[in-house]
């Protein structure tokens, strides 16, 4: 029973790999059955003209439409060909760019329409715009990605609904998406650091002149203490107090899973912005090995999305190349929805007792869970009911770890609130 369900299944992704080469859709076919029947059976079977003229009309209109559509196809093809289609794209997600590639809007066939879909790499919204009387083509990609190869399908279906095409158009193009530097308020970058042991990421590391030491040959004259001079007549000189104590950089890891693109620009906003210290220690689920390096930080956040479907399955090896110093400093970025993720963090909850955890979302919490009649109507309030309580799982279990659990909301920059955590999953605020 098991092989012949496996056979099944590697049948329907064949079919569904060459469903865009098949010119009619469902209800196109319908339609021809239902019209073929109509004029050739019941109709002439029942001597009855209506019937038998109204199945002529039907398969008139699904033939027109089928000439119609590979014609189109024929045309958008060979125009994709002639398109540039190679070059370099650096771009971040959410923002939206033009590629170059020019097609023709279809204005000559008013019973068409066209649409541009990616195969690779997914997650790509594509719009037409009309342009000097062409179609020009916009991405805006919503998830990282890294690629040297882009698949298109073109397809153009007719306003009816019977019949659609879509032929392939593959180019060799190097696509790079980034996450963009999530946005952190003063506020909040307060929150992260340890109490007053830095003001700012960037600035010196010294204090108030309070210390002293003996004179050295080079120190300055201005600093020499001359009253205790007087005293003891002991050259000593003030020096500035360490507001920092010795104490290695943080350790940072990417947890990759699903919906973590808002945790990905926070985790490049801690890399770029030195919040994890100048000699600090990052890595990303499919990384080989750790790093130092900024760029090299952003490329393992980048390629991390190969590693959603595994995600922390690299967190031990890093824990274990760690001394015990960073590791009391270890910043986790994690998803904020639950996955197989969790039970690897789980696993390594002993070797970071107390570490902090980070995650970002982009939906805004509400006053309460979306009630049963918008969940029941509208997709979208489905889809944020089931966003809230996988956050509130997410939160619940890394607590339940020992972790300090901070959530970021990327549009904004600010940390929610205990409150506005329980207004996202529906529960009420605890009262202190």
């Not at 000559?108 to 879909?117: F, I, N």
């Not at 650091?193 to 010196?204: C, N, Q, R």
């Not at 039970?343 to 995650?359: F, H, K, Q, S, Y």
Request: glycine share 10%; hydrophobic share 40%; net charge positive.
């Amino acid at each position: 029973m098991r092989r012949a369900w496996t056979y099944i299944k590697r049948a329907w992704r064949w079919l569904h790999s060459w469903r865009y080469l098949f010119p009619f859709t469902p209800l196109g076919l319908a339609v021809g059955l239902g019209g073929a029947y109509l004029a050739f059976s019941y109709g002439q079977q029942h001597v009855d003209r209506v019937v038998h003229s109204a199945g002529l009309v039907a398969l008139a209109i699904l033939a027109i439409s089928l000439l119609s559509v590979i014609l189109g196809a024929v045309v958008v093809w060979l125009a994709g060909r002639r398109a540039p289609l190679d070059g370099e794209f650096q771009l971040q997600t959410g923002g939206t760019v033009a590629t170059g590639v020019r097609l023709p809007c279809l204005r000559a066939w008013p019973l068409l329409h066209l649409k541009v879909l990616w195969e690779t790499p997914q997650d790509m919204e594509i719009t037409l715009r009309r342009h000097q009387g062409r179609c020009r083509e916009l991405v805006t990609p919503h998830s990282r990605c890294e690629v040297r190869e882009v698949r298109r399908r073109l397809l153009v279906s007719d306003i009816f609904g019977f019949c659609s095409l879509g032929p392939r158009l593959t180019a060799e193009q190097h696509l790079r998406v980034s996450p963009p530097a999530a946005r952190v308020t003063a506020h909040v970058l307060t929150r992260f650091l340890d109490g007053d042991a830095l003001s700012y990421p960037g600035g010196a590391a010294e204090g108030e002149m309070i210390e002293m030491r003996r004179y050295v040959h080079g120190d300055p004259l201005r600093h020499v203490l001359w009253k205790a001079y007087a005293r003891t007549r002991k050259l000593l000189v003030r020096t500035p107090e360490q507001a920092i104590n010795p104490r290695p950089s943080a350790a940072g890891y990417l947890v990759a899973g699903p919906g973590d693109e808002p945790t990905a620009s926070a985790a490049r906003f801690f890399v770029e912005g030195g919040l994890l210290g100048e000699d600090f220690v990052f890595s990303a689920d499919g990384a080989p090995r750790a790093t130092s390096d900024g760029a090299e930080a952003l490329e393992q956040i980048i390629l991390s999305v190969d590693s959603r479907h595994r995600g922390g399955h690299g967190l031990g090896r890093f824990l274990e190349d760690m001394d015990d110093a960073r590791r009391e400093n270890c910043v986790l970025f994690v998803p904020p929805r639950p996955g197989r993720w969790l039970d690897r963090v789980e696993l390594a909850a002993r070797r970071i007792p107390g570490a902090r955890v980070i995650t970002a979302i982009d939906e805004r919490p509400h006053g309460g869970r979306p009630g049963r009649l918008r969940r029941l109507l509208f997709s979208g309030g489905q889809d944020l009911a089931r966003a809230q309580r996988g956050l509130d799982e997410v939160c619940s279990r890394l607590e339940g770890l020992g972790f300090v659990v901070s959530v970021l909301h990327r549009p904004s920059g600010e940390l929610l609130s205990q409150a506005q955590l329980g207004a996202l999953s529906g529960r009420k605020p605890v009262k202190s």
